[in-house]
């Protein structure tokens, strides 16, 4: 036993030392493996590169020019006003390498080389006709997209693309799309009557672009596989769940073994796809056994179904990815496109108007046809020009699968292209000087904005490979912005009311005796202006007893007010008795107030109203009030047939009185404030009909 001991020794001593000559040999080979791979490599590729003329920033090892691209913008981003010259805010590095380096030029994502392109004509020469099939999407990000789009056909190259793309272009046809106008005019519905809800509620704030990327999540969901059913319900959430972890996400892209930096939410949104995708495939399994409906999958599965045997079909994993690709590549974009208009129509109201009108013209107060939607051409400029200054997808990416050849130029094989599409739609060369303006009707006259180059506009790709859902977004944009459009707003609101306010006093002065309203209308009221004044009370913070003021008792400077307060109530007008009368609060009631200045002008044959309001839920009450008024400058003075014995007020100038409303006393809840009465009554005094 113990004289074996020393050779096992001698043994174990000899596998230790090969053992750690095979793993230094293994390390070894390992680093010359790295070394070429991530330096050797892109040096010699970097060498080509330039060989075929193609300059740019120094890159470093192993970071490319990713540092510079990652450094703070300065402030100018911070300005207060809103332009639209947005390139070098949101790209400042791209902005700054194209002064040194021109509108192509390479940089560097890590060990990755860019080809960075703002050049139409460039990009027309390599990309466009036959050369378009030496290109493929980067492989740089596809492990990154692969819980989104998977094999999607987003993602997919060469024989798989043209196969995918064959098979469900025909499930984007416009005889398809118009069957989805009813869930997009649903979902949208139900968006408009939730923003009600919160401002009936209180709320102060809405945030919009939630609440339309949200819809716009739900209308592709809807459209792509549907989500009335328990599983599609779950898919859904799932896939705005995956959204939310992947946009928080940031990986340095390119850089040797980056990935390995973030592996726990890798693995999680690995996890979450698993899920996304057994649900799917349930929805695809119970499809199958139940087909017919018109949505996207149902679509593509009657497609898929007329095939011939030998022909090749879509999986149900192939399937799968589709709908994801539908979902992430068409719901955020659509959301952006219709957010930023909202902007810009707030900053243009003439645009506003116009498409408000165009609106109102083209359906009439209708539910929206697809007849309809093509007819709205002012809304499909609008559409064209948002896209072009704040592109959703700000640019196009490309891998070359092998060399490109043009002319003298090369582009090697693994090269990557960047096409800088907010580059190129902010161009002053090829817009003119108002690159920068918001101009739709630029698009009035031609299909690309005037712009020089065909391909200087390029809101959905190029080529074969254009983005596959441009008609649906249309579709959706169109309604959506319509159903924004055609729901009240307060400027709509203020000129019914304006409206209205003719009407009603045209009507009081009838009733006072002798086609008053027509003879006074004109030379007395035909320059009142409006107000709209909106109330908002906070809750009580418990029930109280007794009253609670809200608003105390008072008197409106106006003419006429048109108040509207909503379901909670609290509103009471003073009897001639003295006694507080409840004015009810039913749905679409609006309460019209005599105000003083009509009282005055009136010589008190008309009462203005003493009213207040009092609070008696914890729920917070709304109210909008639209006082009528005359202009600053004029005299009230009543007319002689008001005057039956003698003069109640003297002559006075409106904008003295609203002065002397404003500065005056506050008044109490039991005690009225100052009135007309206050103001203006004679003391006896004979006045000129010219108020002398
Ligand atoms: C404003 C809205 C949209 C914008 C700006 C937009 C933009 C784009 C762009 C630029 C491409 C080309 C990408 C490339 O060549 O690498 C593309 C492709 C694509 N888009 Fe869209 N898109 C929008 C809406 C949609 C919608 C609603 C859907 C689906 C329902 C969709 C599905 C796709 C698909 C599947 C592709 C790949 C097409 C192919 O490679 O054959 N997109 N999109
Ligand atoms: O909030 C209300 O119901 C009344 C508002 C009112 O009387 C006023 O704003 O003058
Ligand atoms: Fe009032």
């Known amino acids: 036993m113990f004289t074996n001991k020393p050779q096992t020794v001698l043994l174990s001593i000899r596998m230790a030392l090969s053992l750690a000559i095979a793993s230094s040999l293994l390390l070894i080979l390992l680093a010359t493996a790295i070394v070429s791979i991530f330096w050797l490599w892109p040096s010699f590729a970097r060498a080509r590169l330039r060989r075929s003329g193609f300059d740019g920033p120094r890159p470093s090892f192993p970071w490319g020019n990713l540092m510079e691209m990652s450094k703070k913008v300065d402030g100018h981003c911070l300005s207060n006003t809103i332009g639209h010259s947005i390139h070098s805010t949101v790209f400042p590095y791209f902005a700054s390498w194209r002064k040194s380096f021109g509108k192509v030029f390479i940089y560097w994502l890590g060990t990755e080389p860019f080809l960075y392109v703002a050049d139409p004509e460039f990009l027309k020469k390599v990309a466009i006709g036959p050369l378009g099939k030496k290109w493929g999407k980067p492989n740089v990000f596809k492990h990154d997209r692969k819980p989104m789009f998977g094999k999607g056909l987003i993602m997919v190259e060469g024989d798989s693309w ?110 979450l796809g698993r899920e996304i995708d057994d649900l799917l495939i349930a929805i695809i399994n119970s499809r199958r056994e139940n087909p017919g409906k018109q949505d996207l999958l149902g679509l593509l599965l009657a497609g898929n179904e007329e095939k011939a045997e030998n022909e090749r079909r879509l999986t149900s994993r192939d399937l799968v990815d589709e709908c994801k690709t539908f979902f992430f590549g068409g719901h955020e974009t659509t959301g952006l496109a219709v957010t930023w208009t909202l902007l810009l129509l707030a900053l243009h109201p003439e645009w506003q108007t116009a498409l408000r009108t165009e609106v109102a013209e083209v359906s009439d107060g209708q539910p929206l046809t697809s007849d309809m939607l093509s007819k709205l051409t002012k809304m499909g400029w609008v559409l064209q020009e948002v896209l072009r200054l704040y592109s959703p997808a700000p640019n196009v990416q490309r891998q070359a699968r092998e060399d490109v050849v043009v002319d003298d130029v090369v582009v090697p ?17 090829l817009w003119g000087d108002d690159a920068d303006e918001f101009r739709p009707e630029r698009f009035k006259e031609s299909l690309t904005g005037g712009c020089k180059h065909r391909m200087g506009f390029l809101p959905f790709g190029f080529g074969g490979r254009i983005c596959i859902g441009r008609n649906l977004t249309t579709m959706e944009y169109k309604i959506v912005l319509s159903l924004v459009l055609r729901s009240e707003t307060l400027q709509a609101y203020g000129s019914r009311m304006m409206e209205l306010s003719k009407r009603i006093i045209e009507l009081l002065l009838d009733c006072l005796g002798g086609n008053l309203g027509s003879k006074y209308y004109e030379s007395e009221f035909s320059n009142c202006h409006g107000y709209l004044r909106i109330n908002s009370y906070a809750p009580l913070e418990e029930m109280e007893a007794g009253e609670v003021e809200g608003l105390g008792m008072h008197t409106d400077m106006s003419c006429i007010t048109i108040l509207y307060q909503d379901e909670v109530g609290g509103l009471q007008v003073r009897a001639k008795n003295g006694e507080w009368k409840e004015i009810g609060c039913d749905d679409g009631v609006l309460v019209v107030n005599v105000g003083d200045l009509l009282q005055a002008w009136s010589n008190g044959k008309l009462r203005s109203s003493q009213h207040r309001v009092v609070l008696r839920k914890t729920r917070s009450r709304l109210s909008l009030a639209f006082f009528w008024c005359f202009e600053d400058e004029k005299v009230v003075w009543a007319p002689e047939e008001m005057v039956e014995k003698e003069r109640v007020y003297k002559p006075f100038l409106c904008a003295d009185y609203l002065k002397f409303k404003v500065i005056s006393e506050k008044g109490r809840f039991d005690k009225v404030k100052y009135t007309i009465d206050d103001f203006a009554m004679t003391d006896g005094t004979t006045y000129n009909l010219d108020g002398k």
Request: aromatic residues 6%; hydrophobic residues 40%; neutral net charge.
């Open 413 to 429: 094989k693994g090269t990557n292209m960047w096409i800088d599409v907010v580059g190129m739609h902010h161009d002053r060369e």
């Open 162 to 271: 043209t196969h995918h793309r064959h098979i469900i272009a025909p499930a984007f046809s416009m005889t398809n799309l118009n069957v989805m106008i009813g869930m997009m005019l649903e979902s949208t519905t139900n968006m408009l009557d939730d923003w009600s809800r919160q401002v009936a509620s209180g709320r102060p704030e809405i945030d919009v672009e939630e609440g339309i990327i949200r819809n716009a999540a739900e209308i592709i969901a809807k459209t792509s596989f549907g989500i009335n059913q328990e599983n599609g319900k779950l898919v859904f959430e799932k896939l705005q769940t995956m959204q939310k972890m992947l946009f928080k996400t940031h990986r340095l892209v390119g850089v040797p073994l980056g990935r390995m930096l973030s592996p726990r939410q890798s693995y999680e949104a690995w996890k």
